[in-house]
């Protein structure tokens, strides 16, 4: 199991708790869901918010459930039960043997692929003809206040660095659609942004990121005594079947 697995694994108990913008992008990914797909599947599921509402909306359809983390599938199992099937799979190398689907979604997991491109082309090859790839990925400039504390003090951020719309990079075979919008999260200071995202699993720095000083680190802190809101820029992709 790789390390991103493991976080997310570790904190797959307390994730609920803490995962409002989840919710949120979650809600806006099914509701671009314009079709009724009958064969679905769900890349990095979580705690399994997302396939719940599916299963509300699409209540004939087929569903896959599928994340890295074991105990991330474990909570989805317990919210749907015998409602949907569920698989451990790396998304970034998905299973072909599970089939072809209609509809692939992923909510808030690509951000975590090393090659999202390479792993957006494999999906598309599992979608039946007329199927959608939709999925929700964080954008350039999410947490930009986080990063401008970092910048303004000389300091090394460690926030990984994410694709922009106009950017994105697609895989060989025909570029899909992005929507670009922005989910904010009004939090009390800088601990309270670091502890969240720690809770969520997603505390991971960028590859080679080397922790700050204590000392460093309030001089961070400092600068959000009066608050912190933390901008997701939220990519919405759309790939239509080969
Ligand atoms: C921020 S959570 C989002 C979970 C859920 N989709 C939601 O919106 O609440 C990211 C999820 O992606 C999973 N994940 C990370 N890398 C993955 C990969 N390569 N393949 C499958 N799942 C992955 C994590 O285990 C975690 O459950």
């Given at each position: 199991m790789n390390a991103v697995a493991g976080r997310f694994g570790a904190q797959a108990g307390r994730y609920d708790d803490v995962a409002r913008v989840q919710r949120v992008v979650a809600e806006r990914l099914a509701a671009r869901v314009a079709f009724t797909p009958a064969r679905v599947l769900e890349v990095?599921?979580?705690?399994g918010y997302l396939g719940a509402l599916l299963a509300q909306r699409l209540p004939g359809a087929a569903l896959v459930l599928t994340d890295i983390a074991p105990p991330m599938l474990a909570q989805a199992r317990a919210r749907l039960g015998a409602r949907a099937r569920y698989a451990v799979m790396d998304g970034e190398a998905p299973?072909?043997?599970l089939g072809q689907f209609d509809l692939i979604i992923s909510s808030l997991a690509f951000q975590w692929f090393g090659d999202l491109p390479g792993a957006i082309g494999r999906l598309r090859a599992m979608l039946a003809p007329n199927g959608q790839l939709l999925f929700a990925t964080l954008g350039a400039g999410s947490f930009g206040a986080w990063a401008a504390a970092h910048a303004a003090l000389g300091l090394p951020c460690g926030l990984h660095d994410y694709p922009s719309a106009a950017g994105f990079a697609w895989p060989p075979g025909g570029a899909g659609e992005i929507e670009a919008e922005m989910v904010a999260d009004e939090l009390p200071d800088g601990w309270a942004f670091a502890r969240d995202l720690k809770r969520l699993g997603a505390g991971q720095p960028r590859a080679g990121y080397k922790p700050l000083s204590p000392r460093a680190l309030k001089a961070v802190m400092a600068r959000f005594e009066g608050g912190l809101r933390a901008e997701y820029q939220v990519l919405f992709g759309r790939v239509r079947a080969g």
């Open positions: 990095g599921c979580g705690t299973d072909a043997g």
